[in-house]
């Protein structure tokens, strides 16, 4: 009933920039929560930001300062803006949306993108 396309990944330097974005598509009404995790090789899915549908925002300790979770509700899009980048950032990204009201006012839980690459090496 979601979709969840991402875009934005790439190759990029220690220290650059990039930004992920993230469009949720399907039948309904409206999302409360959409955010980004992450997984590097031999590693778990561990969770990057998040962002409820008032704004509120919460970050993994290991990207405050750097990071910026941003959404556009009237577009469905979640953003995730990412400065200073590190090796230890390599990983692919994914997009979440969570507690998504369906046009059948039935609430919906957990949908996840197929994933962006992002590795940031010199």
């Known amino acids: 009933q979601v979709q969840l396309v991402e875009s934005g990944g790439g190759l990029v330097q220690p220290g650059g920039s990039l930004k992920l974005s993230c469009a949720a598509s399907?039948?309904?009404?409206?999302?409360?929560?959409m955010g980004w995790y992450r997984q590097a090789p031999g590693k778990q899915r561990e969770l990057v930001a998040t962002i409820i549908s008032g704004g509120m925002t919460n970050y993994a300790d290991s990207v405050k300062g750097r990071f910026t979770i941003s959404r556009d509700n009237a577009k469905n899009t979640v953003y995730l803006q990412m400065n200073s980048l590190k090796p230890e950032d390599t990983a692919v990204y994914y997009c979440?949306?969570?507690?998504?009201?369906?046009?059948?006012?039935?609430?919906?839980?957990?949908?996840w993108g197929q994933g962006t690459q992002v590795t940031v090496s010199s």
């Open positions: 979440n949306a969570d507690r998504v009201l369906s046009i059948k006012y039935v609430l919906l839980y957990d949908f």
């Open positions: 399907g039948s309904f009404f409206s999302i409360n929560a």
